[in-house]
RNA sequence: GUGGGUGUAGCUCAGCUGGCAGAGCACUAGGUUGUGGUCCUGGGUGUCGCGGGUUCGAACCCCGUCACUCACCCCA
């Protein structure tokens, strides 16, 4: 038996580094002001379809769909976008007050083929903002994205930003393309035609030396945008830049959903092969009016936190592995059961104290003690509790004190205490 | 969906022209009564991915299949 292709587990040994981004994403978003949301994993189909695009190829072939037993169309999760727009509009949010901030993270789901970087349940870290036309909220959301990057330790990110204009511009737009792209049709591959009548736009994507070639002087969205579009767009790179943040224009990124209006963006990276977007985002204006709500300025971005772990780990930004504040060796079964005791009560207190029960020779609980990076051990045998006394080990020292029983628990409490902060002081 | 690479011990991998299944690490037990990391000695570990075929004999050659992996495509 073994998972499922393009699954996996995420074990024990992996998981402080999963852990530590949690910790940075939630003191970090709650600082910006946002609140977490958490959605189901399956929504209708239907929800999918009509916001990402019917003729994209996530709905197209990559969405896990199924009917239930009552036959209705259910769809896990490709994204998180979707779904929160579809929250905020059924529990009438924008009602009691239409500016929201949200954010989740969780496993979505799509049946592509894996590669590096690339699995079909994969794991974002997602924010939106609704209600907020203005740009800053789009500079905004690419400041926080760069903040979180810099806390976790990550270099040699570069974001690529763009904008695709809105319903106004977009039809001059899409002529001019077309246009353009008819003179060039005999130098296209066969992916670019089928994209012309399709979905023109996503030909500026495609990565094929030629295509690039032929589509160097292609029309840009920008270079086609309305007043307002054009505005917008200013006043998001202009705050950048205040703000002193490196970014590139990139007049071909054009995303995958369809619902994306003005400001879209990619944080990529070079290390990941094929897979270099760690992040993208972009604004939806039209989307919530799209789904049944009431015209809604929104945007979003996603993370992807499977491909952000695999950054952190090249460049080697594990965190390190706790350490045990204290191992309890005890010999004999009188000893074994008070020390089943002490091991509670330390645990209790918050001390990370642990025990073997399974009788073995003191040389090996040493080692066990080691193994687990043991600041203390506690060595009760039967000499000592005679004395009605143990002895505590330092590791690090290898100086050995006795310590009483009467007080044994708060006396070890302290030390340990007091262990626990010196090494944070270093 | 298409193409390339790889499947041998828990992990990393050797295995010659087809001839008894291997190493290192890890694990485990010892090295005079109850003291870790280093060192020494011993120990266990296998559906050689799976199914066929060729052969006296297959981890090795052939066919099929599955999985992993990388790339295309697309995206996070």
Not at 52 to 77: A, N, P, S
Not at 188 to 215: F, Q, S, Y
Not at 318 to 333: K, M, R, S, Y
Request: proline fraction near 4%; aromatic fraction near 8%; hydrophobic fraction near 40%.
């Amino acid at each position: 038996m073994q998972t499922i292709r393009g699954f996996r587990d995420i074990l024990p040994e992996q998981i402080s580094i999963w852990q530590k981004v949690e910790k940075e994403v939630t003191t970090l978003f709650e600082a910006f002001g946002f609140k977490e949301i958490r959605i189901p994993i399956l929504e209708k189909n239907r929800l999918f379809a009509r916001s990402i695009g019917e003729v994209t190829d996530i709905v197209e072939k990559e969405m896990y769909t199924f009917e239930d037993r009552k036959g209705d169309k259910l769809t896990l999760r490709p994204e998180a976008t979707a779904p929160i727009v579809r929250s905020y509009i059924q529990h009438k949010m924008y009602a009691s007050d239409p500016v929201r901030k949200l954010y989740m993270i969780g496993p979505m789901f799509r049946r592509e083929r894996p590669q590096k970087g690339r699995y079909r349940q994969f794991y974002q870290i997602d924010a939106e903002i609704f209600g907020v036309e203005s740009a800053y909220a789009d500079s905004e959301l690419i400041f926080l994205l760069n903040e979180l990057f810099k806390r976790l330790g990550l270099t040699g990110l570069s974001a690529h930003i763009n904008s695709l204009g809105c319903p106004e511009c977009r039809p001059s737009f899409q002529n001019a393309l077309l246009d353009f792209i008819e003179s060039k049709k005999d130098r296209l591959c066969e992916n670019c035609l089928r994209r012309m009548d399709k979905n023109p736009l996503r030909i500026l994507d495609c990565k094929i030396p030629d295509c690039k070639k032929a589509l160097a002087n292609a029309p840009a969205t920008i270079d086609y945008l309305c007043h307002d579009c054009s505005n917008h767009f200013d006043t998001v790179k202009t705050t950048l830049e205040k703000q002193g943040l490196d970014f590139i224009v990139d007049k071909s990124l054009v995303r995958g959903l369809d619902y994306y209006t003005r400001t879209a963006w990619e944080i990529q990276t070079t290390t990941l092969g094929a897979q270099s977007a760690v992040a993208g985002g972009g604004r939806y204006d039209g989307l919530v009016q799209e789904l049944g709500g009431p015209q809604t300025p929104a945007i979003g971005f996603a993370i992807g936190f499977d491909r952000l772990v695999e950054v952190m780990e090249q460049i080697d930004k594990i965190p390190e592995e706790p350490t045990l504040d204290l191992f309890i060796i005890c010999l004999g079964d009188t000893a074994m059961e008070k020390g089943y005791h002490w091991s509670c009560e330390l645990n209790q207190a918050g001390i990370r104290t642990e025990m073997d029960f399974r009788g073995k020779s003191m040389k090996a609980l040493m080692k066990r003690a080691d193994k687990l990076n043991a600041q203390h051990v506690l060595i009760a045998g039967e000499n000592e509790l005679i004395k009605n006394a143990v002895v505590l080990r330092n590791m690090n020292t290898k100086k050995q004190v006795s310590l009483a029983l009467e007080t044994l628990v708060p006396e070890l409490i302290k030390i340990c205490k007091n262990n626990i902060e010196e090494i944070h002081s270093d």
